[in-house]
Nanobody, 123 residues
Framework: QVQVVESGGDLVQAGGSLRLSCTAS????????MAWFRQAPGKGREAVSC????????YYKDSLKGRFTISRDNAKNTMYLQMNNLKPEDSATYHC????????????????RGQGTQVSVSS
């Protein structure tokens, strides 16, 4: 059975940092394109970043470049999202997703999707 599970969400003050993790099991992790999405209360889910099998990364929001860093450790079947200088508008549930084909900013294109971890940033 395939599982993708997020962890690392927390309540932090503005300007703080968090590192989210996404651990996958039951699939060949190194063959997956992995992505982070987020959904704030009352808003639609949006793509944050995607990392290809070869480690190439895509950031879907210019406002996150320089603050968020996506990475993966294939030996640990884990993807990360390092988030620095957090802002209240970063508050959301962060989800990870996996698929074999290629990166996409469409949540429904991903085969495997996690339940999310909550990030809250206070001002």
């Amino acid at each position: 059975q395939v599982q993708v599970v997020e962890s690392g969400g927390d309540l932090v003050q503005a300007g703080g940092s968090l590192r989210l993790s996404c651990t996958a099991s039951g699939l060949r992790f190194d063959a997956q394109y992995m992505a982070w999405f987020r959904q704030a209360p009352g808003k639609g889910r949006e793509a944050v970043s995607c990392i290809k099998r070869d480690g190439t990364v895509i950031y879907y929001k210019d406002s996150l470049k320089g603050r968020f860093t996506i990475s993966r450790d294939n030996a640990k079947n884990t993807m990360y999202l390092q988030m620095n200088n957090l802002k209240p508008e970063d508050s959301a549930t962060y989800h990870c997703a996996a698929r074999l084909m290629h990166c996409s900013d469409r949540w429904d294109f991903f085969t495997y999707r996690g339940q999310g971890t909550q990030v809250s940033v206070s001002s």
